[in-house]
């Protein structure tokens, strides 16, 4: 069971990671268009984008003061899974159970 499900979610994440390159580069030409134009938002008969810049702060432990980081320094756990494909001959994959 556990075999197919895998390898199920393998073949998608293939497909996924194709498609994702394929979104990153229709986005850098949109993106080029838009600087080009000099433009934030372009407009299409079905379709809107809008170019927007979301500042963020970030504060690296080598940058502050030890005491700062150690009083405000805040630490989140995120949980995922992560799957690699094994290319394991059937000896080593007994061992593994």
């Not at 293939?14 to 993106?31: D, G, M, T, W």
């Not at 268009?33 to 407009?43: D, F, N, S």
Request: charged share 30%; aromatic share 8%.
């Amino acid at each position: 069971m556990s075999e197919k499900l895998f390898h199920e979610w393998y073949l998608l994440k293939q497909k996924i990671a194709k498609l994702s390159a394929q979104e990153a580069q229709i986005r850098e030409k949109v993106q080029q268009l838009m600087e080009e134009k000099g433009v934030e938002q372009l407009t299409s008969e079905n379709y809107s984008v809008f170019l927007m810049s979301v500042p963020r702060r970030n504060l690296s432990k080598k940058n502050c003061p030890p005491e700062i980081w150690e009083r405000y320094a805040t630490t989140s756990v995120s949980k995922y899974c992560r799957l690699k494909k094994e290319n394991l001959s059937p000896s080593k994959r007994l061992r593994m159970i």
